[in-house]
């Protein structure tokens, strides 16, 4: 199978400066979460988690709720020197013109974004095409992203090709949870024969066979979900890493992933994991033109896997200054976290 190379990745040679960091899967609407009320009882596994957390709030989700969360999201990425974010979106409730609010949000902060909606058959067949919709109404308005789509395990062989189809139409790839948990594990056979080189596959923990694309590896959210070490070498793609929604630092998703990494093997140098974090740039390429002044260094994997708070003073992306002493130039950092407080009271009293 025939991975895309990755780019030269970090061409600065200045010290304590690095290109921009990409977060390769992401999901801003997550970010007005934390704190939420406990779900009405423990989940016990993956899909519980799924149908008694993530998907009674994403339900609940407006798009007022939609653009706070987006700008909070885009604020803490850019705050810890993530200069664009790969987002999957979920909003049943608030479906159209939900991507275009989102992109907005981070074009408003200084971040760049690629976007997609997730089909899926979860909300019966007027949700599908409803997500389907969205995908091509952004992309074919100019917007930046892939087809979205769930995962194998809530979408008919139809809706699959749906989504198929559409991104074969647009030129697009699509992004997509791919074998996250058990309960998934039947999508390395629906996908062979479908998955192209500009696929984004997430995940991948229980992938039993190699599929065309590039992996998105999100230690922390397996972590979290207990869903298993994904090994994400082991399929000979591209890997980068995504933090599946759990905030934008991608130096501390990069310490966790070596982390995991050298837990499973004790020879794992962190090397590896910070090969995987550059690689996010092939995703969205201009961030090697942006500039991100750390506050520490050497920029070298065995110091920053080691060295915990390391933040970016200065942040410049596509030439201008957007994070300077560590704070937004374009937007109130204050204000977007009052603004998001108030929005996820409101989401989490409809929950
Ligand atoms: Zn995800």
């Known amino acids: 199978m025939s991975a895309p190379t ?3 990745t970090d061409n600065v040679s200045e010290p304590g400066v690095t290109s921009g960091l990409v977060c390769g899967h992401h999901h801003l609407y997550s970010a007005l979460a934390r704190g939420m009320p406990a779900p009405p009882r423990t989940p016990h596994n993956f899909q519980e988690i799924l149908e008694l957390v993530w998907w009674r709030l994403d339900c609940a989700l407006d798009l007022d709720m939609i653009r706070w969360s987006a700008m909070l999201g885009a604020l803490e990425a850019l705050e810890r020197g993530t200069t664009a974010i790969v987002d999957h979106h979920a909003s049943p409730n608030a479906i159209e013109g939900s991507l275009s609010v989102i992109a907005d949000a981070c074009a408003e902060v200084g971040v760049r974004a690629s976007c997609c909606y997730e089909v899926t ?8 095409r409803a997500g389907l919709a969205e995908n091509e109404r952004f992309l074919r308005s100019g917007g930046r992203g892939f ?3 769930h995962a194998c395990f809530t979408l008919s062989q139809s809706s699959l090709e749906a989504v198929v189809g559409l991104a074969s139409d647009l030129g697009k790839g699509v992004h997509i949870h791919v074998a996250e948990d ?5 999508a390395g056979e629906r996908l062979e024969a479908l998955t192209t080189d500009d696929w984004l596959l997430a995940h991948c923990v229980h992938l039993d066979r190699p599929l065309r694309g590039t992996v998105a590896h999100n230690p922390r959210s397996n972590m979290n979900n207990a869903v298993g070490y994904a090994r994400p070498q082991r399929l000979g793609n591209t890997v980068v890493l ?10 501390e998703e990069f310490r966790i992933a070596y982390v995991r990494h050298r837990e ?9 994991a910070w090969s995987w974090l550059e690689s996010g740039r092939i995703l969205v390429p201009e961030a090697a033109e942006d500039r991100v002044r750390w506050s520490y260094d050497p920029i070298d994997p065995w110091h920053l896997a080691f060295t915990p708070g390391v933040r970016p003073v200065e942040v410049v992306v596509a030439g201008e200054v957007v994070l300077q002493d560590g704070r937004p130039t374009r937007v109130d950092a204050p204000e977007i976290r009052a603004r998001a407080r108030e ?3 409101r989401l989490w009293a409809r929950l």
């Open 6 to 8: 990755p780019e030269p």
């Open 147 to 149: 087809v979205g789509a």
């Open 264 to 272: 499973d093997d004790v020879t794992a140098t962190p090397v590896d």
């Open 182 to 186: 058990r309960v998934d594990s039947a």
């Open 121 to 128: 058959d979860r909300n019966g067949p007027d949700g599908m």
């Open 343 to 345: 929005q996820a009271k």
């Open 242 to 251: 995504g933090t599946d929604g759990i905030g934008g630092d991608m130096l």
